[in-house]
């Protein structure tokens, strides 16, 4: 039976392969289409998330690791490694839509010089 150091060290690097892996699929496949990246990224994370259960498996059952440590570093450090991958998802989903399209704050949002022209060329400052 393993310690618990090291049933916590293999939990936090099997999250760290498995986020690794996630977003190295996202990169590549985040350079089609919309409903690719979507299939890609379900895809993948099925696959990921199979494999994670048979490591787990694995390291419990048959390296007979210390239940307790592996169980909860895995948990703790799944669920934070996860909300990260899914804030890149959106940053990276946000960035693409404010490269096709400038959102509507910024229409709104005039220039100084624009503002300054306008201002100076009513009819209350001409002559």
Same mark, same amino acid.
């Given at each position: 039976m393993q310690?618990?150091?090291v049933?916590a060290?293999?939990?936090v690097?099997?999250c760290?392969?498995?986020?690794t892996?996630?977003?190295?699929?996202?990169?590549k496949?985040?350079?089609?289409?919309l409903?690719?990246f979507?299939?890609?990224v379900?895809?993948?994370?099925?696959?990921r998330?199979?494999?994670?259960?048979v490591?787990?498996?694995? $390291?419990?059952?048959?390296?007979?690791?210390?239940?307790?440590?592996?169980?909860?570093? $895995?948990?703790i450090?799944? #669920?934070?490694?996860?909300?990260?991958?899914?804030? $890149?998802f959106?940053?990276?989903?946000?960035e693409?839509k404010?490269?096709?399209?400038?959102?509507?704050?910024?229409?709104?949002?005039?220039?100084?010089n624009?503002?300054?022209?306008?201002? $100076?060329?009513?009819?209350? #400052?001409s002559?």
């Amino acid at each position: 039976m393993q310690g618990p150091l090291v049933a916590a060290l293999t939990a936090v690097a099997m999250c760290a392969v498995n986020t690794t892996l996630g977003l190295v699929i996202a990169k590549k496949a985040f350079q089609g289409e919309l409903q690719t990246f979507i299939a890609v990224v379900f895809g993948s994370l099925a696959a990921r998330s199979m494999a994670v259960l048979v490591g787990v498996w694995y $390291f419990i059952a048959i390296a007979e690791m210390h239940m307790v440590s592996f169980a909860l570093t $895995f948990a703790i450090v799944g #669920f934070v490694f996860l909300m990260g991958e899914i804030l $890149f998802f959106h940053h990276s989903l946000e960035e693409s839509k404010r490269q096709v399209r400038p959102p509507v704050t910024d229409l709104l949002k005039k220039k100084l010089n624009d503002v300054l022209i306008e201002l $100076f060329a009513s009819p209350v #400052f001409s002559i």
